[in-house]
């Protein structure tokens, strides 16, 4: 039982330590820029390997333009408050809104810094930073950084702005003013602007402004952009987001009372082959999406495109929904209309289409991590985390890359290590490989359950088009389950020692075994992949890592055990040709064989066993990490 507390306790210590820095930077620190973490103060020496950049070495007043927090020479950091003052009077100067993660705060206004709200490793952090219409002089970004809880810098400076005058002053000419018509009829205006990049999708500049907005950005290049903009009687919907895949598509905005999906209102565009796209209302009843009676009603002034990988869609929902409407029964086909004036999560979501009939989404739907209120001009960049779904995959990479990556390696290699001792009565090498296999059912069992507690039972997973096997994940997990609850009944029926079947019931216990453990890894690599749980791309590589490694150790002891037999057969063919004298074997008398212990029990195949139990810890620690810490 300690085992068990010792394990949940950890887990519970590292979800924690994942989301501590969530909340962003306390309102009471917008004066003094200094976090308040305990005693911890802040590094004496400025960061090398953080930087604030301006997209401009100069601002005009009334202007706006982008400022960057970088992480430098592979460094990360986590948190962060941002605000930018006069360079020589400290006052503070402007208003920020965010483009992606990150919130505003401070100052009368609510919007003069900007601060974080998830926990997660950053490398950049992009804002925008409008200057005021009355600013003059050298201006500067002033930013506290914070790697961990106990390593934090303030006072960290981008380089000074200067002012540009909002007047534009002209040259005047002496060219009489028929010459000037006349040149000037026959020269173009020449834009500066850039030009768009195909399937790329920009941040909405009324966001934050006019329109509330659930966004997916990195600096000015987003993955998703949906914006709203409220009055009482319609709200105007425009969705913009990268999609994969050609064909007929379907993009949906959902509204649901909760992070999944479940009797959530739907409303879905489909482009046809003609390019044309047309918007129509459903609902999910529990992961499918049905569609509904009257599925135009309420929408107008539909407009929408799908090029270059980027999904277009734009509409008007009118809002006509009563009380009395809302007590109809949700799971009918006859829906009520949607009331957009209650609070509820968004989700976005895309996958391939047929006629006017939604497919399976290609990855899981995207779900505001709050209620969003529709009636805001709010810039929402936080998504919904599953702390269960983090849970479960703690509980699998413990159960299956530590306790039986060590239990195995046990039963197989250390059989005759220690053999003259015992724990309990039994041999020191059964007792750890039967301690660490109850340990990977108890947390299998665990996390099993979780999972299914979770997603509601057995759910399919989405998954992109170029990783469809990712869809394979629940199907192994439940196989695995299967098995490591098998080979605990197999013990039961174990024959004795000298029993005719025992040769049977060794290779079928192996075999159970080492099926779950090879399967349980490639589920573990499946699964890390998976969207909600959120580890990084890489995580994947840290598997593979371990499994060559796995390999590598399991080739080297079967080696070592090779090298050991051969060398003590050399050595008793060697003592049998001598006797007691040093005599040859024709000599009368021969001295017996002094007992000698197994030559696999030796201090190198004890080094060995210690470097791999740190070795398969080290990669489990690492994979708790990431799996917790993004």
């Known amino acids: 039982m300690g085992l068990l507390q010792c394990v949940f306790m950890t887990l519970a210590a590292s979800v924690w330590h994942a989301y501590g820095y969530s909340g962003g930077a306390p309102k009471g620190t917008c004066v003094s820029m200094i976090p308040s ?36 020479n592979g460094q990360q950091f986590k948190g962060y408050l941002l605000r930018a003052q006069d360079e020589t009077t400290g006052k503070t100067l402007g208003t920020f809104s965010v483009v992606g993660g990150g919130k505003i705060q401070c100052g ?44 934090f810098w303030t006072n960290v400076r981008s380089s000074p702005l200067s002012a540009e005058s909002a007047v534009v002053t002209t040259k ?68 913009e987001r990268k999609v994969v895949g050609g064909g007929q598509r379907w993009l949906a905005i959902g509204f649901s009372n909760d992070q999944k999906m479940g009797d959530d209102d739907v409303l879905h565009c489909i482009n046809d082959a003609a390019g044309q796209v047309t918007v129509a209302r ?37 809002q006509v929904a009563t009380p009395q409407d809302n007590k109809v029964k949700r799971q009918t086909t006859t829906r009520p209309m949607i009331d957009l004036h209650l609070h509820r999560h968004i989700m976005l979501g895309d996958g391939p289409a047929s006629g006017d009939q939604v497919g399976m989404h290609t990855v899981n739907p995207i779900v505001t991590a709050a209620m969003v209120d ?15 779904i983090k849970v479960h995959a703690c509980l699998m990479i413990l159960a299956w890359i530590f306790c039986t990556g060590v239990g195995l390696v046990f039963a197989r290699f250390y059989k005759p290590v220690w053999s003259e001792r015992t724990i309990l009565g039994l041999k020191v090498w059964f007792q750890f490989h039967r301690g660490l296999m109850v340990t990977t059912l108890v947390l299998t069992l665990v996390g099993f359950i979780i999972i299914f507690v979770e997603v509601n039972g057995y759910s399919q997973i989405s998954a ?68 909600k749980v959120g580890a990084p791309k890489y995580t994947v590589y840290v598997v593979i890592g371990y499994i060559v490694y796995h390999v590598l150790m399991e080739i080297t002891l079967k080696i070592y055990d090779l090298f050991a037999e051969r060398q003590d057969t050399e050595r008793v063919e060697h003592m049998e040709m001598k006797n007691g004298n040093g005599a040859t074997q024709n000599g009368n008398s021969f001295r017996p064989m002094e007992p000698k212990r197994d030559p696999k029990d030796s201090i190198i195949k004890k080094l060995l066993l210690v470097f791999h139990i740190a070795i398969a810890f080290a990669f489990t620690l690492t994979l708790l990490l990431l799996v917790t810490q993004y």
């Open 37 to 72: 973490h305990g005693g911890s103060g802040a590094q004496p020496s400025p960061p090398t390997d953080y930087k604030i950049t301006a997209s401009a070495n100069s601002y005009t007043p009334g202007d706006s333009l982008t400022v960057t927090i970088t992480a430098q």
């Open 108 to 151: 009368p206004t609510g919007n003069q810094a900007v601060t974080h709200t998830s926990g997660a490793w950053k490398t950049a952090e992009s804002f925008t930073w409008t200057a005021p219409a009355d600013a003059s002089g050298n201006i500067v970004f002033m930013a506290s950084i914070v790697k961990s809880y106990a390593v």
């Open 172 to 239: 005047q000419t002496t060219v009489a003013q028929d010459t000037t018509q006349a040149a000037s009829s026959s020269i173009e205006p020449v834009s500066t602007e850039k030009p768009s990049v195909p399937g790329a999708i920009k941040m909405d500049a009324r966001c934050g402004d006019t329109r509330g907005c659930f966004v997916n950005c990195e600096g000015n290049e987003c993955q998703y952009v949906a914006t709203w903009q409220y009055t009482p009687e319609f709200v105007d919907f425009s969705i």
């Open 282 to 318: 459903s609902f999910n009843l529990g992961t499918i999406n049905q569609p509904i009676a009257n599925p135009q009603e309420g929408i107008s002034s539909v407009t929408g495109s799908f090029t270059d990988g980027v999904f277009k869609c734009s509409f008007r929902y009118s």
């Open 374 to 388: 529709l009636q805001t001009t709010t810039i929402i960049g936080d998504v919904a985390r599953y702390p269960l």
């Open 464 to 531: 992109p088009m170029d990783k469809t096997y990712l869809k394979s994940h629940p199907i192994l997990g439940i196989i695995v389950t299967i098995l490591v609850v098998i080979n605990p009944v197999m013990a039961l029926f174990r024959p004795g020692p000298k029993d005719k079947n025992r040769p049977i019931f060794n290779w079928g216990h192996w075999a159970v075994g080492m099926a779950a453990h090879i399967l349980s890894v490639i589920t573990i690599c499946f699964g890390v992949e998976l969207q």
